[in-house]
C-alpha cells in the first residue's frame, strides 16, 4: 500500500511540462524554507554566504536524490543532468525570494 502511495507520487510530481516538472515546484518551496532557516540561523553572515550556504545544501539533496535512484527507491526518478541543474537553479530562485521579500 505504501508502495503504491510512493509510485504514484512520483508519477504524478514527474509530469513534464516543456522542461519542467512538478518536482520543480517542491524545489522552489524547498529553497524558499532552507533560506529561511539559512537566515535565521547564520544571522552574522553576508548575503553572499547565505547563498553558498543554499547551493551547498540544494547540492547535498541533490546527491540524496540520486543515491535513493541508485539504491532503487520508487519515490525518485532517474533524471538528466540538465533536469538537476535546473533543480538548482530553481531552489536558488526559491531562496532569492525569501530573500527578496524579507523585512529587515
Known amino acids: ?7 504514484f507520487l512520483a508519477e504524478f510530481l514527474s509530469k513534464d511540462f516543456l522542461f519542467f516538472d ?3 515546484v517542491v524545489h522552489f518551496i524547498s529553497g524558499v524554507i532552507v533560506m529561511a532557516f539559512i537566515f535565521k540561523f547564520f544571522k552574522g553572515v ?5 547563498f553558498i550556504i543554499l547551493l551547498i545544501l ?12 541508485v539504491s532503487g527507491s ?3 526518478r532517474e533524471e538528466s543532468t540538465i533536469n538537476i541543474l535546473l533543480d ?6 526559491g531562496g532569492l ?7 529587515e
Open 1 to 7: 500500500m505504501l508502495e503504491d502511495i510512493r509510485v
Open 22 to 24: 512538478l518536482w520543480h
Open 46 to 50: 553576508n548575503a553572499w554566504k547565505k
Open 58 to 69: 540544494l547540492v547535498i539533496y541533490e546527491l540524496f536524490e540520486i543515491y535513493f535512484v
Open 74 to 76: 520508487a519515490l525518485f
Open 88 to 93: 538548482l537553479i530553481i531552489g536558488t530562485l
Open 97 to 103: 525570494l525569501f530573500f527578496k521579500s524579507r523585512k
